[in-house]
Structure formats: structure tokens, C-alpha cells
């Protein structure tokens, strides 16, 4: 079943179309979590928390695609799962982009909401003026938690590259931050 069909039966609330999102793209949400999460346990469960979110949520969501909202669901009720237990462990890779990145994101303020809301646009908005590349490895370090060397395998780089295009970036999303005003000392 193609992605329209199965968003279709999910808004028609077809039970089989659980099964069907399970068996096209469970492996990818266990990825995802997985690469947060360090407990297999708690990477199944939120596969389940997962597929049960997006039985609850579609309709009224009509994700325009089934792959990223899926990944997005992933991605934060893994960091949720964590957030609710502290006992719970990240990964070793997750924690390490977690640091990465602290010395580029503003910390939170008083307006949370409001600051992640524009946040989460202006990192849109980089993303997209970001080369092709720099964009890819960017993301399979920071929203999919991948280690550098599985990056640079995949690239067919070196890790020393890997780590180098990281800092660029890194760097071009601290000025862009500035220049946007939601980075303040």
C-alpha cells in the first residue's frame, strides 16, 4: 500500500492500516529511537507509542508525508520517554550531539514557547540555504543522532571531514542565529 492509501484507511479507521504502517516503517522508527534511546525495550515501546499516536492523531492530521511525520512522532516521544524518566539512557552518539550543539542553540527563557516556535523556523529556514550535503550530514547528526563514523561511511568520507563540515555548519547556524536575534549572550 502506498503512503496516500494508508493515510486514507487511517482517516476511514481502518485497524489494518496499523499493521500496514507497522510492517512499511517500524524498522524506521526503531531507528530513530534507537539512536536515542540506549534501551531496546524502550526503543519497542516507542514504536508502539508511536503507531498508537498516529491512530489518535490522523485525522484530524493529514500528514503530506506519512515517512516524516512518523519520523517527527520517532523522534520526539523518544526525547519525551527520556525527559519523563531520567533513569532511562540516551546513547552515546545522542548525548554527544546534544553537546555539539550547545555552544550554537540559545538556551530556554522566560518566552519558551514562543523562542521555540521561532526557533524551529529559523532552523527551517537554514536548512534550506544549506548546500545539499552540508544539509544531509547536518541532519543525520542532529535530528537522527547518527556517529560520525557512521556518517562518514556513509558518505564515503573520512570522519576528520565529517567532523570539520559539522563545525562549519555549526558555525554558519551560530551567525545565522545572531543575525535572526535569537541568540543573545
Known amino acids: 500500500m502506498d503512503d496516500k492509501a494508508l493515510i486514507a484507511a487511517l482517516l476511514e479507521r ?23 534511546l540506549a534501551d531496546p525495550a524502550d526503543v519497542e515501546e516507542v514504536e508502539n507509542d508511536v503507531l498508537l499516536k498516529l491512530w489518535r492523531t490522523v485525522p484530524p492530521a493529514r500528514p503530506a508525508s ?10 520526539q516521544l523518544a ?13 552515546e552518539a545522542y ?5 555539539e550543539l550547545e555552544d ?10 514562543a523562542d521555540e516556535l521561532a526557533l524551529r523556523e529559523a532552523l527551517g529556514r537554514f536548512l534550506a540555504q544549506l548546500k545539499e550535503k552540508d544539509r544531509r550530514v547536518f541532519l543525520l ?15 564515503r568520507a573520512s570522519e576528520g571531514s565529517v567532523k570539520m563540515r559539522l563545525e562549519r555548519t555549526r558555525n554558519k547556524l551560530w ?6 536575534d535569537l541568540w543573545h549572550e
Not at 66 to 75: E, N
Not at 79 to 91: E, S
Not at 95 to 99: A, D, M, N, T, Y
Not at 104 to 113: M, R, T, Y
Open 104 to 113: 550554537v542553540l540559545p538556551d530556554g527563557s522566560e518566552n519558551a514557547i
Open 141 to 155: 547528526r542532529y535530528w537522527y543522532a547518527c556517529p560520525i563514523r557512521e556518517i562518514a561511511a556513509e558518505l
Open 14 to 36: 481502518s485497524e489494518d492500516a496499523v499493521g500496514s504502517i507497522r510492517e512499511k516503517y517500524g524498522a524506521y522508527c526503531r531507528y530513530i529511537a534507537g539512536q536515542i
Open 79 to 91: 526525547i519525551d520517554k527520556r525527559r519523563k524518566d531520567p533513569k532511562r539512557k540516551f546513547t
Open 175 to 180: 551567525h545565522f542565529l545572531q543575525e535572526e
Open 95 to 99: 548525548e554527544q550531539s546534544l553537546e
Open 66 to 75: 506519512l515517512r516524516s511525520y512518523l519520523g517527527m512522532l520517532s523522534r
